[in-house]
């Protein structure tokens, strides 16, 4: 882009010249923007997003600044029921305690009786009206106070390819158990590594006045990379690295190749939340939301590189089992694009593959190419010979 702009004012400076010698003759001179493969084209960001950018090339394509006078049905689901998400939660989510007020989502929960409950609540979705696979989620919020709430925005995976929780994943951007005060926390569960098995991974942070002021959840998710800050101060990393997950397909350990929605709830009580009881003095009690925004990269007017050449090539301990260095590029590898005997075999998202439905006892010659998100393309790896073994 640099070279870009570089080029186009010093065609100015030239037709200016030009220009003020009539007695030169002059030619049209042609522009020419570099071409971006795959014909992709620029992203616009959405209308109603009060920070349409941010820099590295980061667009608005989703977001509710919360102006209207009441939450906006065509953006949000409304989950109503007693149902305690696994985790033996007493509220009941109803959609009268969510609420638009002076520019902010009120979610508020009540000491009070609905179906079979002692407390109410709400619970939000984006779920087929918001959904995202590789973006950065931002979300200014203020938390409730008080022991035994438990509010969270975190997110679910749309169709749920891998199976069932955890198999297909859960994504915490920010979770916060009023019990321990001002300290926030961000968690990824997958089959692998999940709170059932005692494998989960997170990370959590003491940070000022989470109860009293508006602090930005934010997460950057890109291919096998998850990345949570609260306002600007990284809290949590999470990472594929395949050598340290050689023993599963990467699905398992790091399912996070597909569609996910976004929720926003405030729950009473739980395995969590509730662990060291509940204040009935603290309601009624709220999580406020200022504002959600969800960005994209825009590839086409940022991405100028091809990914560098997977190297290192070789066996994981999972039978039939492949994985590589993960290639670099200016904006991410999209994913791999696997070779059998020089025929195109399939696409992996992350930088291990697990073969199947090939000839027992036969030996290929794999190569792997690594594809980022305009479609430029790597080197060929080097060749691996690889014994399928049924």
């Known amino acids: 882009m640099k070279k870009l702009i570089i080029l186009v004012l010093l065609l100015f400076v030239m037709v200016g010249c030009e220009t003020a010698n009539p007695t030169v003759p002059t030619e049209p001179i042609e ?19 009060a920070v349409p950018s941010l820099e590295g090339g980061w667009v608005c394509i989703w977001a509710d600044e919360f102006e209207g006078d009441s939450v906006d049905e065509t953006k949000w689901n409304f989950e109503e029921g007693a149902f305690g998400g696994g985790n033996q939660e007493v509220q009941y989510y109803s959609r009268n305690n969510a609420e638009v007020v002076d520019s902010k989502l009120i979610i508020t929960a009540h000491k009070e009786t609905m179906g079979g409950r002692d407390y109410t609540s709400a619970r939000l979705t984006t779920k087929y009206k918001g959904t995202f696979k590789y973006v950065r989620i931002v979300v ?9 709430t438990w509010p969270a925005i975190w997110m679910m995976p749309l169709m749920s390819v891998y199976g069932g929780w955890p198999r297909s994943g859960e994504i915490d951007i920010m979770e916060y158990v009023g019990y321990d005060e001002n300290r926030i926390h961000s968690t990824i569960h997958t089959e692998k590594f999940n709170h059932n098995l005692g494998t989960q991974i997170g990370y959590s942070r ?5 109860e009293t002021s508006f602090k930005e959840y934010e997460m950057i998710w890109t291919p096998g990379s998850i990345t949570t800050y609260v306002d600007g101060d990284q809290l949590g990393v999470f990472a594929y690295v395949p050598h340290f997950n050689q023993e599963v397909p990467y699905n398992q350990a790091f399912p996070f190749d597909q569609e ?5 709830n405030l729950a009473i009580g739980g395995t969590w939340g509730g662990a060291e009881g509940i204040d009935t003095t603290i309601f009624p009690t709220a999580m406020e939301v200022d504002y959600v925004r969800v960005y994209k990269q825009d590839y086409a007017l940022t991405d100028v590189d091809a990914p560098s050449k997977p190297i290192n090539v070789q066996l994981a301990q ?18 791999y694009a696997v070779y059998l005997d020089g025929a195109f075999h399939k696409y992996a998202s992350l930088n291990q593959i697990t073969l199947k439905g090939l000839t027992v006892g036969q030996s290929y010659q794999v190569q792997i190419q690594a594809v980022d998100f305009v479609g430029r393309v790597s080197e060929m790896s080097d060749t691996m010979s690889f014994t399928f073994s049924g």
Do not use: H
Not at 31 to 46: F, K
Not at 140 to 148: E, L, V, Y
Not at 206 to 210: A, F, N, P, S
Not at 318 to 335: A, H, I, P, Q, R
């Open 206 to 210: 003491l940070y000022e006045d989470v």
């Open 140 to 148: 200014s919020a203020k938390m409730p106070t008080g022991r035994g």
């Open 260 to 264: 996910f929605f976004l929720i926003l």
């Open 31 to 49: 522009t020419v923007i570099p071409s971006v493969p795959n014909g992709l084209q620029a992203l616009t960001a959405t209308e109603d997003c």
């Open 318 to 335: 999972l039978k039939n089992t492949l994985f590589w260095n993960k290639s670099e590029d200016d904006y991410g590898v999209e994913e």
